[in-house]
Nanobody, 125 residues
Framework: QVQLVESGGGLVQAGGSLRLSCAAS????????MGWFRQGPGKEREFVAA????????YYASSVKGRFTISRDNAKNTVYLQMNSLKPEDTAVYYC??????????????????WGQGTLVTVSS
């Protein structure tokens, strides 16, 4: 079973950038499709982005498309989320998640196999 640890969160001003990392333990990382989700204050956890096992095209929520980029390095067992042009409404705890069966999205998040512990991103206005 893969275990996930996020890092890279912090405080940033609106318009700034952050890059989140999600490091996976275990030798089967490359067989997991990966996703990023977030949960803002008083809100439900929501899908942000996902990427298939081999990398390539990312899939994004409309609220972040054009600003966020998901990528992965299977040699480093790591998935990234580059966040640009950050807005105060991007403030949330960001979680990475993985699944060996499906591409993560809002419809299947309750069934995803593995989650990280989350990293807090705060965007000040």
């Amino acid at each position: 079973q893969v275990q996930l640890v996020e890092s890279g969160g912090g405080l940033v001003q609106a318009g700034g950038s952050l890059r989140l990392s999600c490091a996976a333990s275990g030798r089967t990382f490359s067989s997991y499709a990966m996703g990023w989700f977030r949960q803002g204050p008083g809100k439900e956890r929501e899908f942000v982005a996902a990427i298939a096992t081999g990398g390539g095209t990312g899939y994004y929520a409309s609220s972040v498309k054009g600003r966020f980029t998901i990528s992965r390095d299977n040699a480093k067992n790591t998935v990234y989320l580059q966040m640009n042009s950050l807005k105060p409404e991007d403030t949330a705890v960001y979680y990475c998640a993985g699944d060996s069966r499906v591409l993560p999205n809002d419809g299947n998040r309750e069934a995803l196999e593995v989650w990280g512990q989350g990293t807090l991103v705060t965007v000040s206005s």
